[in-house]
């Protein structure tokens, strides 16, 4: 992120290209299989308590929603500001389909994702059109988080204003049950994060890498950069409208506040900050260091924003890589240290 | 119809007010402050807690907005400092995630520790009849200020070396530097400047409808707006902005409704971004 010339930049593509080429595809999902064995046993120790099987959802849910982001913002550096709105943008969609058009609520499911992944390149697209930077990008999809909030607090009939929407098509389904969606929820994640390694060893990965580490040099080497932006904005737009139409099922009723912005982004933000922005596991570790802070914190619930906001300031000004890879820097350093001691 | 006019100019004045501070900090640093709002809401909080202890509203206002400056300048002297350090696109985008972490720290903590608080300021005397319009004479007030602020920031900025300085490190950081001005107190100077304005607002807004706890952000998405409307960098496009939008809101809420209008001014950014990025009367390069 910090401004590379375009000399580091280019050393930096082929380092990161032979951390993840050569690797075989075996040890390059282990990390995923390891996540999903460790969080599959989690209902197994606390499946009987209700209060630690939501929070544990909500984990998952949040999980979910950095990868999105991570595939958005990690990946192609496009600060989109409006993941609550896109998650919402899936979740009305998906109430609305299945309770006003009367349509299956499994099969609303994906379509809301779609129109979310509609929504989302289209911000892409424009801000690539007409090469918006970070600022406008950021202001554009901030406005659209506004505007979003207003549009379901002002579309009463539609969406019942800020009273909120109680989800008829999905009642008594397995959804509701915390077992069950905790399982689906650790698939969907599982399933984002096997995607975004697939992306990461495949062209898109190789030229997401170029294009965040110099967006010059890429071009030059014939990379056509708009495409994969609005790729990116597409496919992580989609991610995030699917976890949404799934979390409002689940909940059975969602409101405007349910998508806010200070509910969902910043939170999102933080998680990604301080797992680790474009790595892998850095929604994983994220939302699994979060959840034991919030817990921690617990006492302290009305004070949570703050606290937010004030892990945010310390991450961005302390490590800005991520908490895990700083950690795992720190590892590597002291290895190499003691390693060459020794011989 | 007339009297929705002067309620939309009254409105703008304070939005120009807003913003100003806003656009002049990117013109001068290629920073964006999401915790402009926050700061605004802080004001109208010590205001308020000043009064509730039997403080007369003049001092208690005085107070909330030097409370808002030190808060401003507490920012630039810590947060803003690394930001400094980057170029470009970095430097804007680490400007926009640390004041976003300031802008939910500080209206965690005020929405944490008065979950009710609010400034609203009640101005006496009758209303006051212009043009055929009877106008409430907080509005007046309120006008009243915000006309003095843009009055004594254009004097600043056009007649005062200071405001050369903060000019022409806007037009050029490396010229300035190299005739011996030092961007960094320029900037302070300007951060700290904008946060006093937005705790002005925060008080003249209070004088025709309460400023809550809660008003921070929808401030700052506000004054965004403005700043984009009249050009990220401009001053006058941005008192400019301000005053049009202002008349547009309160047409657009008298006539059509209050939700449609916060999408009307929304899609106004929107579309500035879109169709002239430079805004109102931002430089184009």
Same mark, same amino acid.
């Given at each position: 992120?910090?401004? !590379?010339? @375009?000399?580091?930049?280019?050393?930096?593509?082929?380092?990161?290209?032979?951390?993840?080429?050569?690797?075989?595809?075996?040890?390059?999902?282990?990390?995923?299989?390891?996540?999903?064995?460790?969080?599959?046993?989690?209902?197994?120790?606390?499946?009987?308590?209700?209060?630690?099987?939501?929070?544990?959802?909500?984990?998952?849910?949040?999980? #979910?929603?950095?990868?999105?982001?991570?595939?958005?913002?990690?990946?192609?550096?496009?600060?989109?500001?409006?993941?609550?709105?896109?998650?919402? *943008?899936?979740?009305?969609?998906?109430?609305?389909?299945?309770?006003?058009?009367?349509?299956?609520?499994?099969?609303?499911?994906?379509?809301?994702?779609?129109?979310?992944?509609?929504?989302?390149?289209?911000?892409?697209?424009?801000?690539?059109?007409?090469?918006?930077?970070?600022?406008?990008?950021?202001?554009?999809?901030?406005?659209?988080?506004?505007?979003?909030?207003?549009?379901?607090?002002?579309?009463?009939?539609?969406?019942?204003?800020?009273?909120?929407?109680?989800?008829?098509?999905?009642?008594?389904?397995?959804?509701?049950?915390?077992?069950?969606?905790?399982?689906?929820?650790?698939?969907?994640?599982?399933?984002?994060?096997?995607?975004?390694?697939?992306?990461?060893?495949?062209?898109?990965?190789?030229?997401?890498?170029?294009?965040?580490?110099?967006?010059?040099? #890429?071009?030059?080497?014939?990379?056509? %950069?708009?495409?994969?932006?609005?790729?990116?904005?597409?496919?992580?737009?989609?991610?995030?409208?699917?976890?949404?139409?799934?979390?409002?099922?689940?909940?059975?009723?969602?409101?405007?506040?349910?998508?806010?912005?200070?509910?969902?982004?910043?939170?999102?933000?933080?998680?990604?900050?301080?797992?680790?922005?474009?790595?892998?596991? $850095?929604?994983?570790?994220?939302?699994?260091?979060?959840?034991?802070?919030?817990?921690?914190?617990?006492?302290?619930?009305?004070?949570?924003?703050?606290?937010?906001?004030?892990?945010?300031?310390?991450?961005?000004?302390?490590?800005?890589?991520?908490?895990?890879?700083?950690?795992?820097?720190?590892?590597?350093?002291?290895?190499?240290?003691? $390693?060459?001691?020794?011989? | 119809?007339?009297?929705?006019?002067?309620?939309?100019?009254?409105?703008?004045?304070?939005?120009?007010?807003?913003? *100003?501070?806003?656009?002049?900090?990117?013109?001068?640093?290629? *920073?964006?402050?999401?915790?402009?709002?926050?700061?605004?809401?802080?004001?109208? @909080?010590?205001?308020?807690?000043?009064?509730? #202890?039997?403080?007369?509203?003049?001092? !208690? !206002?005085? %107070?909330?907005?030097?409370?808002?400056?030190?808060?401003?300048?507490?920012?630039?002297?810590?947060?803003?400092?690394?930001?400094?350090?980057?170029?470009?696109?970095?430097?804007?985008?680490?400007?926009?995630?640390?004041?976003?972490?300031?802008?939910?720290?500080?209206?965690?903590?005020?929405?944490?520790?008065?979950?009710?608080? $609010?400034?609203?300021?009640?101005?006496?005397?009758?209303?006051?009849?212009?043009?055929?319009?009877?106008?409430?004479?907080?509005?007046?007030?309120?006008?009243?200020?915000?006309?003095?602020?843009?009055?004594?920031?254009?004097?600043?900025?056009?007649?005062?070396?200071?405001?050369?300085?903060?000019?022409?490190?806007?037009?050029?950081?490396?010229? #300035?530097?190299?005739?011996?001005?030092?961007?960094?107190?320029?900037?302070?100077?300007?951060?700290?400047?904008?946060?006093?304005?937005?705790?002005? %607002?925060?008080?003249?807004?209070?004088?025709?409808?309460?400023?809550?706890?809660?008003?921070?952000?929808?401030?700052? @998405?506000?004054?965004?707006?403005?700043?984009?409307?009249?050009?990220?960098?401009?001053?006058?496009?941005?008192?400019?902005?301000?005053?049009?939008?202002?008349?547009?809101?309160?047409?657009?809420?008298?006539?059509?409704?209050?939700?449609?209008?916060?999408?009307?001014?929304?899609?106004?950014?929107?579309?500035?971004?879109?169709?002239?990025?430079?805004?109102?009367?931002?430089?184009?390069?």
């Amino acid at each position: 992120m910090p401004g !590379a010339g @375009i000399g580091s930049g280019m050393s930096r593509v082929v380092v990161g290209d032979r951390s993840l080429g050569h690797r075989s595809v075996l040890s390059a999902y282990l990390p995923v299989a390891a996540v999903a064995v460790l969080l599959g046993f989690v209902p197994v120790v606390i499946g009987d308590s209700r209060t630690y099987m939501g929070l544990a959802i909500t984990a998952l849910t949040f999980g #979910a929603y950095a990868c999105g982001f991570n595939v958005i913002f990690g990946s192609t550096g496009q600060l989109f500001l409006c993941l609550g709105a896109l998650a919402g *943008v899936g979740g009305y969609g998906s109430a609305l389909l299945a309770d006003r058009a009367d349509l299956p609520f499994l099969v609303t499911i994906p379509m809301a994702a779609a129109i979310a992944a509609v929504v989302g390149g289209v911000f892409s697209w424009i801000s690539v059109r007409r090469s918006l930077g970070v600022i406008f990008t950021g202001i554009v999809t901030l406005t659209f988080s506004l505007g979003f909030g207003n549009l379901l607090l002002g579309q009463r009939d539609l969406t019942g204003g800020e009273t909120g929407l109680l989800i008829a098509a999905s009642q008594d389904t397995f959804l509701r049950d915390l077992v069950p969606a905790y399982y689906v929820f650790l698939g969907m994640l599982i399933g984002y994060l096997l995607l975004f390694r697939w992306l990461q060893r495949s062209h898109f990965g190789w030229a997401f890498r170029a294009l965040r580490d110099d967006e010059m040099t #890429a071009e030059l080497a014939g990379i056509d %950069v708009a495409r994969f932006r609005v790729w990116a904005g597409l496919i992580g737009s989609a991610m995030l409208g699917l976890v949404g139409a799934i979390h409002a099922h689940h909940n059975g009723f969602i409101n405007p506040t349910t998508f806010e912005f200070g509910r969902v982004d910043v939170r999102t933000l933080v998680i990604l900050a301080f797992g680790g922005i474009g790595t892998l596991m $850095g929604p994983v570790i994220g939302t699994v260091s979060f959840a034991v802070v919030d817990e921690l914190i617990r006492d302290l619930r009305q004070l949570r924003i703050a606290v937010e906001g004030g892990i945010l300031i310390v991450l961005f000004l302390g490590f800005r890589g991520g908490v895990g890879p700083a950690v795992v820097s720190l590892y590597h350093r002291f290895r190499a240290r003691t $390693g060459r001691t020794g011989s | 119809m007339l009297a929705v006019f002067f309620d939309g100019i009254v409105g703008g004045l304070q939005l120009g007010v807003l913003a *100003v501070g806003l656009s002049l900090l990117y013109g001068l640093g290629g *920073v964006l402050n999401l915790a402009h709002g926050a700061l605004a809401v802080s004001a109208a @909080i010590v205001a308020s807690l000043a009064m509730d #202890a039997g403080w007369p509203a003049v001092p !208690a !206002a005085v %107070v909330g907005v030097l409370v808002a400056a030190a808060i401003g300048l507490g920012l630039d002297q810590t947060i803003m400092r690394p930001v400094y350090r980057l170029r470009g696109e970095s430097r804007v985008l680490l400007s926009l995630l640390l004041t976003l972490g300031a802008a939910f720290a500080i209206d965690g903590l005020l929405g944490w520790r008065y979950p009710f608080g $609010g400034l609203s300021l009640r101005i006496g005397g009758g209303p006051v009849t212009i043009l055929g319009v009877r106008m409430r004479s907080g509005s007046l007030l309120a006008s009243a200020i915000a006309i003095t602020a843009i009055g004594a920031l254009t004097w600043l900025l056009r007649r005062t070396r200071t405001g050369r300085a903060v000019r022409s490190v806007i037009q050029d950081e490396v010229g #300035a530097q190299l005739v011996g001005i030092n961007p960094g107190r320029v900037r302070t100077l300007i951060f700290t400047l904008s946060a006093a304005l937005a705790g002005l %607002v925060a008080i003249t807004q209070s004088m025709t409808a309460p400023v809550s706890v809660s008003s921070g952000f929808s401030l700052t @998405i506000l004054a965004l707006i403005v700043t984009v409307v009249g050009g990220l960098g401009s001053a006058p496009g941005a008192l400019l902005a301000g005053l049009l939008l202002g008349i547009v809101n309160a047409l657009s809420s008298f006539y059509i409704g209050t939700y449609i209008t916060a999408i009307i001014l929304l899609a106004a950014a929107a579309l500035t971004i879109l169709v002239r990025p430079a805004g109102l009367l931002g430089r184009a390069d």
